[in-house]
């Protein structure tokens, strides 16, 4: 079946603007993460989901990031008025609960310029 | 929270060797230790995991150790191939139920010259 799908693949943008960033986890999927990984780095937890309960978000590292969850499938994460440091490859994952195996999309590249 | 140490950040080793690759955790009430491998360009992708209840778990040519006593847990790679090459991270978590967000390590790149 299909896996975990992220779009944009590359996103350029200039300082100050805003993105956002979108996942497809598989369907039937409850569990759903945002992680940041910049260049030669590891994964950096951004913010989970799980259900119908309040959102995981002691990962995000200022409040111009913030993601939703509509209906429970597809997020939504958005960087509102980038800065050059917010450069990286966003990686969303999701899994099933209890099993708690993740699978992972592609990411999205984003460049600040 | 949970801190997990990886080590080495960079292993070379030549195609027919076995590659180690090691895991230290802090919290004590981890209980679920997953390996990714990621390809150069690629996403992340479980290859092998671990829970607390067992030792150690083998497939094939990989394998992963745990030592609860001593909060630490290997991979183990034998018989190392070119295809083998990329960057591994280990992973510590509480599963199942509550809140399942795994720390990561921060990776370790593995080099196997043909």
């Known amino acids: 079946g299909a896996g975990v799908s992220q779009s944009p693949s590359n996103k350029v943008t200039e300082k100050g603007k805003d993105v956002e960033l979108r996942c497809d986890p598989i369907?039937?999927?409850?569990?759903l993460y945002w992680y940041r990984q910049s260049l030669g780095q590891g994964l950096e937890f951004l913010i989970y989901?799980?259900?119908?309960?309040?959102?995981?978000k002691s990962g995000l590292p200022s409040d111009r990031f913030s993601a939703e969850r509509t209906g429970g499938s597809v997020s939504t994460l958005t960087i509102q008025r980038t800065q050059q440091e917010d450069s990286a490859v966003y990686l969303c994952?999701?899994?099933?609960?209890?099993?708690?195996?993740?699978?992972f999309g592609a990411g999205t590249r984003l460049s600040v310029l | 929270g949970e801190n997990v140490e990886q080590h080495p950040s960079t292993l070379s080793v030549q195609e027919g060797d076995s590659a180690v690759i090691k895991c230290t955790y802090s919290d004590s009430a981890s209980n679920y230790f997953p390996w990714y491998k990621q390809e150069l360009g690629k996403r992340p992708q479980l290859i092998i995991d671990?829970?607390?209840?067992?030792g150690e778990k083998k497939d094939q040519r990989i394998a992963v150790t745990l030592n609860k006593t001593a909060k630490h847990f290997s991979l183990h790679i034998t018989e190392t191939q070119p295809e083998d090459s990329a960057v591994y991270f280990c992973?510590?978590?509480?599963?199942?139920?509550?809140?399942?967000?795994?720390?990561f390590g921060r990776g370790t790149s593995l080099i196997v010259h043909p």
């Open positions: 994952a999701s899994s099933l609960v209890p099993e708690n195996i993740q699978y």
């Open positions: 369907s039937g999927h409850t569990a």
């Open positions: 989901f799980q259900g119908n309960s309040a959102p995981d």
């Open positions: 671990i829970r607390s209840n067992v």
């Open positions: 992973a510590a978590s509480t599963a199942p139920g509550g809140s399942y967000i795994p720390t």
